[in-house]
């Protein structure tokens, strides 16, 4: 790896790597190499003959055919040099083969459209942000699994494939299966809960969830990665949501420790570290705070919108100096049927969302574990007990209290690194008009 380079004694080395730029000067040409981890300066010195006349040997006659993107592998000798821009080292060639050649036009260019360079994502990868980005995640993510691990969580792998819908019927997508029909997983929820009855207590689960949701918001996918976590023996939702901070913070200590300073180089975004506890503001409240500030949420339910979150977490930037914040005590109205609602005032539920950077990033809450009150609520939002007989089963033969939540990877790392679509951090992204590559 060209990253290793530098702890290298001067000599005789080898290495791949993409051919990123070529120079081509009338005594010495330089190419600058790339692979996954880093790249490095080239240099070949121009052979000339008893006269001064360049000759045409190997491997100038190749560098000068050489290709933006073209794979090669090169052998010659390292040298320390901090003149050298390039981490104070190149490489003298000895030879050069070409693995394969690039086309020479390249489809995208630094300026291209966010939807070409989706269409050439392979492509746009190659950069090093892009490159960071999924090393960001893969420690984000194994911070999490860290933490659950060590406080005795159980990782599951839920269907995807579902006989019924998990939430609602709006925003699923439904497939042949057979001879009936099955509908793509909007999330693990009755899964997790189920867990709960057979007595496992504390998991976890990162897969992909699905939503037929028609939206092209930077925010929104049909297809996304889904962080959810459930336990048993809570009191409140507010367990839920101490549980959801210790991840957090887990995860972007790990990221800054690991990562932090090249964020910062490439990026320009300081990785903080949140403090705990986050600030909590009930709903009604948020909402009050957002009107006092200029804005009143345009809306008929009694939710937040875009604009209205944007507002709430400016406050508490300036307020706290935090980035996140708990928006709680959600109304019935606009949760789900198994959201637990307030004791004595079952027009609030036990739940909230979480807001990073002005954006809502999760949802949690504590789970109605009464089969009674299960049963009767999901009546008055529609939802026939017929059709979730096997999810209300989970709760006739004994069940603790617990609760939980679900949150996008995808968004977490958009807000982190400060980018400003879902696009940007997501793999291969899908979306109502996008299925390929």
Same mark, same amino acid.
């Given at each position: 790896?060209? @990253? ?31 692979? &996954? ?31 933006? =993107? ?17 981490? =104070?080292?190149?490489? @003298?060639?000895?030879?050069? &083969? ?13 300026? +291209?459209?966010?939807? @070409? ?69 909007? +999330? ?10 057979? =007595? ?14 028609? +939206? ?29 901070? &210790? ?12 990562? =932090? ?29 957002? @009107? ?28 706290? $100096? ?57 009546? &008055? ?49 899908? $979306? ?6």
């Amino acid at each position: 790896m060209i @990253k290793n380079l530098a702890a290298l004694d001067d000599g005789l080395v080898s290495v791949s790597g993409w051919v990123e730029t070529v120079r081509d000067q009338k005594k010495v040409q330089f190419v600058v190499l790339r692979d &996954e981890s880093g790249a490095v300066q080239l240099v070949n010195p121009r052979t000339t003959d008893a006269e001064g006349v360049v000759v045409d040997d190997e491997p100038a006659t190749t560098i000068s055919g050489l290709s933006q =993107g073209s794979f090669v592998t090169v052998t010659g000798q390292l040298k320390h040099d901090e003149r050298v821009k390039l981490g =104070g080292i190149e490489i @003298k060639l000895a030879s050069l &083969e070409v693995v394969t050649h690039a086309i020479p036009e390249t489809p995208i260019a630094a300026d +291209s459209s966010l939807d @070409k360079r989706m269409d050439w994502r392979f492509l746009d990868l190659r950069q090093p942000k892009s490159s960071l980005i999924f090393r960001i995640q893969t420690t984000f993510e194994h911070a999490l699994r860290t933490y659950w691990i060590e406080n005795d969580f159980i990782e599951l792998h839920t269907p995807k494939l579902m006989a019924s819908a998990s939430e609602s019927r709006a925003e699923l997508f439904e497939v042949e299966y057979f001879d009936t029909k099955a509908y793509l997983a909007q +999330s693990p929820q009755f899964f997790k809960q189920m867990a709960q009855s057979s =007595g496992f207590g504390k998991i976890f689960e990162v897969g992909p969830a699905f939503r037929a949701d028609p +939206s092209f918001t930077s925010r929104h996918a049909t297809e996304f990665t889904s962080v959810d976590s459930e336990i048993s023996w809570i009191d409140s939702h507010e367990d839920v949501m101490q549980l959801h901070e &210790e991840l957090l913070v887990a995860a972007f200590t790990a990221v800054k420790a690991k990562h =932090g300073e090249e964020v910062l180089a490439l990026f320009g975004v300081e990785v903080t570290v949140p403090s705990t506890p986050f600030p909590r503001i009930p709903l009604a409240e948020a909402k009050e705070i957002v @009107k006092s500030r200029g804005y009143e949420v345009p809306r008929d339910d009694d939710d937040m919108d875009p604009e209205g979150e944007r507002q709430i977490a400016a406050y508490v930037a300036e307020t706290y $100096g935090h980035e996140f914040v708990f928006l709680t005590d959600y109304a019935s109205s606009i949760r789900p049927f198994y959201h637990m609602r307030h004791e004595g005032d079952a027009s609030l539920t036990n739940s909230y969302d979480l807001i990073f950077n002005g954006t809502e990033i999760s949802t949690g809450a504590q789970r109605e574990h009464r089969i009674d009150v299960l049963t009767e609520q999901a009546i &008055e939002k529609g939802v026939d007990p017929a059709e979730i007989a096997g999810y209300l089963d989970f709760f006739r033969y004994g069940v603790p209290s617990h609760g939980g939540f679900g949150m996008g990877l995808a968004r977490v790392l958009m807000l982190m690194l400060h980018q400003a679509s879902i696009r940007e951090v997501t793999y291969l992204f899908r $979306g109502p008009t996008r299925l390929e590559p």
